[in-house]
């Protein structure tokens, strides 16, 4: 081992000398990334750029009606495909053109609408319900992997047409529901009418038993025929009676088919009754939303209430301002009004001062010098005078700083007040969008409920938004007042206005569909973004505001003095605190009369709402339990019914007018022909023995029948709940099942799920490389001697295992930095890459230093086999058994796997395993090379030797 390390060192010392081998070194270090980094970045997202895949659609559908309604189902159809952006859709309606370029490959497929495609859809609403085809056509010529995309678009747009359709078809089954209770109580006098006419034949009975007892008896006595010849005539009185019951009869067998159809009528409802089921329990978890909203609204109106408290309470302070304002405006007027006379009695000049001085001084005797003097005097104090007087002016209008307190600390209340009611609606709003959230979730179809409750959300959320506008339009009177910059509150209150304009803007859409005009859909970007803009409201109000508010507010209290020191600032920064606080109470005014209102609404809604809830839950076991009967009635018993009313109607139809008429020509015969008419009563008396009997039997079960019918009060109640249960839930449908998707381990693209197995194939390319320019054998003439076989296969190994490190390193941070990869752990990705990289060098330097050019080739023939059977791109389940069985021997197995590992979350037992198999064929491939050195070195170079005798290898 010490001599192959001297081998490596020798080595080392021979690159340093050989500046063009260090190029070398560099190029083999880089160049097998290039073949990962490729591949990588033409595959990273394919499924991302499908909207240049250019699918014509030809619609010829020509529509059909429905109930009186146009209907286009292939319009509807083409209308939303312009909408999606998955494929580049050419809309034509040349059907022969489109053809011809799809052929050409200017398209990739052609789905094309037939004419009769509505027709086909609305089929189910006719007797023979006909299934809808849309015709789809791909190039499978142009590339392997566009028709299986193309297809995917196709079957994702039957799939909606088809949710569509069941969707109708469910709001039509109950519209139906409601019609068959309407026509089978307006059936009901004609089933009266058969019941009835059933009845009589039955109370007919006895008197048919009285006929034939009559008829047997003159029948048994023919010898005394002309005895009871009077008594036969007196049978015809029985006539009327009979042809009446059955003309009732027949006339009941004439409706038997909408009887029939009433009963399956009934049996299409109990079909469906899961369904039915499965909405009224969606209606509980709506009604337990109630207590919810109830409490937002009550803290809502807590917090409007203290707000208002708060600022009304500043309010009370601002008339003891003002008063002192006013007090001081008095004085400064007063002081002003002095100042104005003294003014004026300065401008009468020296003369009039002199002559009053005079006027004055004269009794008294005085010198004229001191009246000189005392005038100079005079003249000489006035303008100090006058100074004095100004002064007092201007002291006189002067306040305090203590005078404004009460109107800053005014201010400060209901600033503060506002901030905290802003806080509270931040928070109301998002209760009230996370209810909203949570019913997108449930993926609601189209009703009056959902319609109405859409609505309700559309109003909370304009309410908030002009909540927000007025608190703004009052920062910013504030600011104008002093209060320093309020545009940081402002700029978070535009974001939430923004996000909930935008919330508003969707839920139009989202309405339309609920009011029946297209798919119910919720915009969750614009739900969510509204929740993040309140929360961040909420959190700026319940700290960074109040603390603007505060630093505003500190900025003022320094500024009081100036303030206070002229009266025109004092009276104008408190009338704009009075603007303010009365802003903020119509604010807190509006808000809270706005809460008040849906307090009191809500409990009739709740009532409302909860009374049709329980009596649709309350009444629909009953219901279900009276379908059930009828529809098993219907089934099992109902066709006997129908079978003996229409043998009795065919016996009263076609049979008895012959009996009737044999009676009466009995009759006659007896009256003119009576020897003659003695068989005529033989045959009367035969068939009263043997068909009545039977008739008979028939009446009594259809009365039992129909005495059951009456006696349960079926149909009754079965118009009763069809008319009545199923108008209450019309809004209720059921909803199709929702798949929640988990990704374990998940990676955000196709290139990055790619990355192990391109990296993989890179390393062993690169370590083909270095084999293939790099030597396993000792060139230098002076070495030869020195070293062993095994000493040379380990000592130029260290070489080859060192520019493997370089080039997994560079593969992987190239995936990471330049394709900007995704790996879970990618730390762990550069080690796995490196120890993937070592592996691949042993085995294939192993194969190049004991096989030469043979081992070269066989490393490129490992290669192939391991892209098709190591599982890199197809599951090994889906390729063809013989890859099954080589992929557990090949490294590519092992090593693609360990990779992944570091790129969607490592599973420590996973990557020991499969790092473990991976060293463990390298281990075995080393031991092979070590030992076998020796003994395949003269194969090698006789193989070596006739190859180069050939001029054609180097």
């Known amino acids: 081992m010490k001599n192959a390390f001297q081998l490596f060192l020798h080595d080392l010392k021979n690159i340093k000398r050989t500046p063009s081998f260090i190029i070398l070194l560099l190029g083999l270090s880089i160049l097998p990334s290039f073949y990962a980094w490729f591949n990588l970045k033409s595959s990273w997202d394919p499924y991302s750029n499908t909207e240049y895949l250019k699918v014509a659609v030809i619609n010829h559908d020509t529509g059909s009606e429905i109930q009186g309604k146009k209907v286009n189902v292939g319009n509807q159809l083409v209308t939303n495909l312009k909408d999606n952006k998955k494929f580049g859709w050419v809309f034509t309606d040349d059907l022969k053109e489109a053809n011809k370029q799809l052929e050409y490959g200017n398209y990739y497929a052609i789905i094309h609408i037939p004419k009769h495609f509505s027709e086909d859809v609305t089929s189910i609403l006719r007797k023979k319900p006909k299934r809808a085809h849309i015709d789809y056509k791909v190039n499978q010529k142009i590339n392997a992997i566009a028709p299986k995309m193309t297809n995917a678009g196709a079957t994702a747009i039957t799939q909606s047409l088809n949710e569509k359709f069941v969707d109708s078809a469910t709001k039509a089954l109950l519209d139906e529901s409601n019609r068959v209770g309407i026509k089978i109580q307006d059936k009901l006098p004609l089933y009266h009418k058969i019941e009835n006419s059933v009845y009589e034949a039955e109370k007919a009975i006895p008197e048919m038993e009285k006929f034939k007892k009559t008829v047997n008896k003159i029948d048994s006595h023919q010898g005394d025929i002309t005895k009871y010849a009077d ?103 007063g002081a002003q009004n002095a100042t104005t006379d003294a ?194 409201l909420e959190a700026f109000a319940s700290a960074d505001m109040k603390q603007i508010l505060t630093d505003g507010l500190a900025t003022i209290d320094s500024n009081l003095d100036t303030i206070a020191g002229k009266l025109s600032n004092a009276s104008q920064f408190a009338n704009d605190v009075d603007r303010i606080l009365a802003d903020a109470v119509q604010i807190t005014s509006n808000a809270h009369q706005t809460l008040l209102t849906i307090n009191a609404e809500l409990p009739a ?122 108008e209450d839930q019309s809004d209720y449908f059921a909803e199709p099942i929702q798949l929640d998707e988990t990704q374990v381990f998940p990676i955000p693209n196709y290139g990055s799920a790619s990355a192990p197995f391109y990296t993989a194939l890179a390393l062993w390319v690169g370590a083909l490389l270095s084999g293939n320019l790099l030597t396993t054998e000792l060139k230098d003439k002076s070495l030869i001697g020195r070293f062993s076989l095994r000493e040379i296969y380990l000592g130029r190994m260290i070489l080859f295992l060192l520019l493997s490190v370089a080039q997994s390193t560079i593969v992987v941070l190239g995936n990471l930095f330049i394709l900007d990869a995704y790996a879970k752990h990618p730390v762990y990705n550069v080690l796995f890459a490196i120890l993937v990289g070592l592996a691949f060098t042993i085995m294939v330097y192993t194969l190049v230093s004991l096989l030469g050019n043979i081992g070269k080739a066989i490393a490129i023939v490992i290669m192939v086999l391991q892209i098709a059977g190591g599982g890199g791109t197809f599951p090994i389940q889906v390729t063809p058994k013989f890859f099954q069985t080589i992929h557990p021997f090949l490294p590519f197995t092992y090593a693609v796997d360990l990779l992944r590992e570091a790129v969607g979350g490592i599973v420590p037992e996973i990557a020991f395993s499969k790092l473990g198999m991976l060293y463990l064929i390298a281990a075995l491939t080393f031991a092979f090379g070590l030992a076998l050195k020796p003994k395949f070195e003269p194969i090698k170079k006789g193989f070596y030797a006739r190859s180069k005798a050939s001029n054609l290898v180097e």
Do not use: C, W
Not at 295 to 304: E, F, S
Not at 505 to 523: E, I, M, Q
């Open 231 to 333: 008594e036969f005539y007196q049978l015809s009185q029985f006539e009327g009676k009979i042809n009446d019951g059955a003309g009732k009869l027949i006339k009941a067998n004439e409706h038997a088919a909408d009887i029939n159809a009433a009963g399956q009528m009934i049996i299409n409802i109990n079909n469906n009754m899961p369904q039915i089921e499965n909405a009224l329990q969606k209606a509980n978890t709506i009604e337990q939303k109630f207590p919810q909203i109830n409490d937002a609204v009550a803290k809502g109106i807590q917090a409007t209430s203290t707000a208002q408290s708060a600022i009304t309470g500043a309010q009370g302070a601002m008339p003891g301002v003002h008063e002192k304002i006013n007090n001081a405006q008095n004085i400064t007027e």
């Open 605 to 726: 809604l709740e009532q409302k709402f909860s009374r049709i809830n329980q009596t649709a839950q309350a009444n629909f076991p009953t219901f279900k339990s009276k379908v059930g009967e009828a529809s098993n009635f219907v089934q099992s018993e109902l066709p006997s019914v129908l079978g003996d009313l229409n043998r009795l109607s065919n016996f009263a139809a076609n049979d008895l007018p012959s009996v009737m008429a044999k009676y009466n020509e009995a009759s006659k015969l007896l009256q003119n022909n009576l020897p003659g008419a003695q068989d005529k009563i033989h045959e009367l008396a035969v068939f009263s023995n043997e068909k009545l009997p039977g008739i008979e039997k028939e009446i009594k079960q259809a009365a039992d029948k129909f005495r059951e019918l009456d006696k349960n009060d079926t149909f009754n109640k079965l118009i009763k709940l069809l008319r009545n249960d199923l």
């Open 343 to 536: 003014e004026r009695l300065l401008e009468n000049g020296t003369e009039t001062k002199n002559k009053n001085s005079t006027e004055t001084s004269l009794p008294s005797d005085e010198d004229p010098s001191s009246e000189q003097a005392s005038s100079e005097n005079a003249t000489t104090e006035q303008p100090s005078s006058d100074n004095n007087t100004k002064k007092k002016v201007n002291q006189t209008e002067a306040l305090k700083k203590p005078d404004l307190l009460p109107a800053k600390k005014a201010l400060n209340d209901g600033l503060l007040a506002i901030s905290e009611l802003t806080k509270e609606e931040a928070a109301a709003t998002q209760d009230t969008i996370n209810q909203l959230d949570e019913l997108s979730k449930q993926n609601p179809g189209s009703s009056e409920v959902l319609a109405k409750n859409i609505e309700v959300y559309k109003h909370n959320l304009e309410q908030s938004i002009a909540y927000y506008n007025e608190v703004i339009k009052l920062m910013n009177q504030a600011q104008k007042l002093g209060l320093g910059d309020t545009s940081k509150i402002n700029a978070q209150l535009n974001q939430s206005i923004d996000a909930l304009t935008k919330l508003n803007t969707s839920l139009d859409t989202t309405l339309s569909g609920a009011r029946g005009n297209g798919k119910v859909n919720f915009d969750n970007s614009a739900i969510q973004s509204a929740l993040k803009a309140l929360s961040s």
